[in-house]
Every structure is written in structure tokens, then in C-alpha cells.
């Protein structure tokens, strides 16, 4: 059987399964996990949301967590990686394209690669500069899947105005970024959106509101509008890698003095120490 790949004519045994229900549905759910110091960094969290995400879309995964795990840290060691991530998914399997899941004898298929990465730490002490733009996504933005084409197209809009993120609004309410939570500091307390359907509930994120308990920092895990974001003293965005980075911009507007705030560097250090301990741990 043969298939057109790009401008020739192939066996399909020799290019990608086309019939992975990954490339023509989407239709699976992925991990991307931090590797600091050659140790994947809060990877039972990762994990855990993947096996959230797998059954929110009815997906079984294949293997146990505890083999996931050996897995992901075998192919760390083999790949001999100090630094970067680790990007996993699991697609609902190859079968002949119909839109139904297919029959229950159709195994999910499970890829991991690394990729090695820098840590983007002068962005983190510096700042960036951020964009505004309408959140087109679907209602179940809390399940990590394969879905990105609304990110992908919202992150292109920032990179293309010189900018780290696309910060996303649906009509007034801020929702998050393309690939990564955004938190407000108003008069010393921070405030996020909740973790509902509207936004993925970042790993990241989650850290950030434990290590603000021991920082004695107020977080709102409430809504909040544009307007309060450009009015906010202090904005950044969190996510595995990126880790925090101060918004000193966004579109037009000048977020408080436009220099990264003094809360905003609290939780920078923070979490870099938290990493620290994890990764000795
Ligand atoms: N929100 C979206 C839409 C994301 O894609 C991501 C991950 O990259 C995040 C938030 C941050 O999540 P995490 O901290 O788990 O990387």
C-alpha cells in the first residue's frame, strides 16, 4: 500500500503512520516534564495530571505510573540529559479513520523524547513583554491535549510583536498564556485565575501557590479582567522551563515602573531554590 508523501509516491510502512489518531484528530494527550541537574523535576505531579487528562478523554493508558516513571527516568540517563525537558504523549492509537474510538483491541501508543534546553534564567531576572489576545480555545482548556492549534496561533502573534507570551482573554475575563499561567500582584497579593475548565492547571503554578504559603503571600484564586491586569503593580507567567518570568509590558501598556517587582523576584528566588531541593532530594 502505498501513500503521497510530500512530492513522491512511498510505501507506507516507510513514512509516519498517517492513521495515528494523534495527527488527524488530535486525538491524545501529552506531558512536557522540566529536567534539571539530570533529574526530571516534580515528575509524580506530571504524572498525576496525565492520568487526569487520560481519563477525562476515556484514554487507558497502557502502562502503569511506576513503569512510566522508570521509563522516563531511564530514557533521561540514556540520553544523558542535564538540562532541558522531557516531552511525552499518548495518543488514542492507529486505526482506520473514523471519528468513534476505535475498537478496545487498538492500543493507545506512547512516545517520549528529550530535548536538551538551557534555563532561560536572564529572561527570568530581566523580564519580557507580553501581548494581548482573544482566548478561542474550547470550554476543557484544564485537559492537556494534543489540541494546541489555537496556542500555537496565539504564541505566533506574540513572537511575531517580539514578545515571550500571548496572555489570553475571554472577552474581559484573563484566562492564562498560550503555554503558560499568568499571575497579578495588586497591593502585595496575587491573584490567578482558578483551576477550572478555562485554564490548564499548571505544575508550575501549583508550586507557586505552596511556596506562597510559606512566603506569607494572599493568593486569590479568583478572575480577574484586562483592565486590572494593565492596572496590576506586578504580572508574570509561570511553566515547566520558563519556571517564572517578570511581564514588564503588555501591548502598549507599561506594567507598574516596568522593572521586574519586588514579589514577583521574592518568587523567582524562591522557586529556584525549591528546584534546588528537589533536585538534591
Ligand atoms: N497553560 C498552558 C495552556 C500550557 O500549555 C502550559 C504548559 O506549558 C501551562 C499553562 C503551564 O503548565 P506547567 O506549569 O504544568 O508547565
Redesign the pocket.
Known sequence: NKMLFNDQIMDRKDVINIEDRGYQFGDGIY??I?VYDGKPLLLD??LE?LVRSAEQVQLSLPSSVEDLKSKLDQLVSINELEEGIIYMQVSRGASPRWHEFPDAAVAPVTIAYTRAEERMTDIEDQGATAVLTEDIRWLR?DI?TLN?LP?VLAKQKAVENGSIEAILHRGETVT??????VFIVKNGELYTHPADNY?????????ILQLCKKLNITVNEETYTVTELLDADEVFV?????DVVPILKVDQHTIGSGVPGETTKRIVEEFRSLYKQDVKS
Open positions: 506531558e512536557v522540566g505531579d506530571h495530571r482548556c492537556k494546541l496556542n492564562e498564556a498560550s503555554a503558560s499561567n485554564i490548564l492547571n499548571g505544575i508550575t503554578r501549583k508550586k509561570t511553566a515547566t522551563k520558563l
